[in-house]
């Protein structure tokens, strides 16, 4: 099955378009770009240049993909953005390529980004991820598999999302979020464990309880972070999912929103 291009798109020679590939009205797809099999391209939509997007993606109305980083150091080096399978990009989202710092921006498969979210350079989303309408995303965010990230959300650059974190609407994030939390506010501020997520996406019930446990002694205890965590160490059950929080916390560079 060949690729269906609108008479009125325009699809550039050095574009490829898999098989089942539909691109509608006035979309534009440009040099260095690989669409995968089944993926729709909606109207209006824009993949400027060397961007790599998955299979069984829809691409809706007015997004914009693989446009230059927004960031004044940019000299007009060669880099990407890639984009996986089975991820929904709604209208007048923008996606830019990455810069020289790592040479691309990512999204992963699975993910749904709502209407009129920014993802900027460098940035790097994982999979199954829920951005929500008008977020705006800073260079060099990463973000962790599962994270569900609420509308009006602001993101400084270099922060980190944990993985199942939830952030609530409206929140200004300074610092990095930690996994399988909940956060949400400006200033914002930590809110106890993702517990719903956590259950609704299979956790046990011996898991939830030695996440929960980490997250009392880190975060409602007396000790500062340093001495929490070596006292986590030595005292607690690690699991891997207790590993993932207390590595990331360990690894924070921006510190953790608490």
């Given at each position: 099955m060949s690729a269906e291009v609108h008479e009125t798109a325009i699809v550039d020679p050095g574009a490829t378009l898999e098989a089942g590939v539909r691109v509608g009205p006035r979309a534009i797809v440009g040099p260095n770009v690989t669409i995968g099999e089944g993926t729709d391209i909606g109207p209006g939509v824009l993949v400027e240049k060397n961007t790599v997007i998955g299979r069984d993606c829809r691409i809706f109305q007015g997004a914009v993909l693989g446009t230059d980083p927004q960031d004044l150091k940019f000299s007009g080096e060669e880099s990407w953005l890639r984009v996986g399978d089975r991820t929904m990009i709604r209208e007048y989202a923008t996606l830019n390529r990455g810069t020289a710092w790592s040479g691309e921006t990512v999204v992963g498969s699975d993910c749904l980004l709502m209407a009129y979210v920014h993802v900027a350079h460098d940035c790097?989303?994982?999979d199954h991820v829920i951005i929500s309408?008008?977020?705006q995303m800073a260079g060099h965010i990463t973000v962790g598999d599962h994270a569900i990230i609420s509308g009006l959300v602001a993101i400084h650059q270099f922060v980190r999302v944990g993985a199942h974190a939830f952030i609530g609407g409206a929140s200004r994030i300074a610092q990095d979020a930690v996994p399988y939390c909940r956060i949400v506010g400006n200033p914002p501020k930590l809110y106890g464990l993702n517990s719903v997520g956590l259950e609704r996406r299979g956790f046990s019930t011996e898991t939830r309880s030695a996440?929960?446990?980490?997250?009392?002694?880190?975060?409602?205890?007396d000790l500062n972070i340093s001495q929490a965590l070596a006292q986590a160490r030595s005292e607690l059950e690690i699991t891997p999912e207790v590993e993932h929080?207390?590595?990331?916390?360990e690894a924070s560079e921006r510190g953790v929103t608490s």
């Open positions: 790097l989303i994982g309408n008008a977020t996440l929960k446990k980490a997250y009392r002694l880190l975060f409602k205890s929080f207390l590595s990331f916390i």
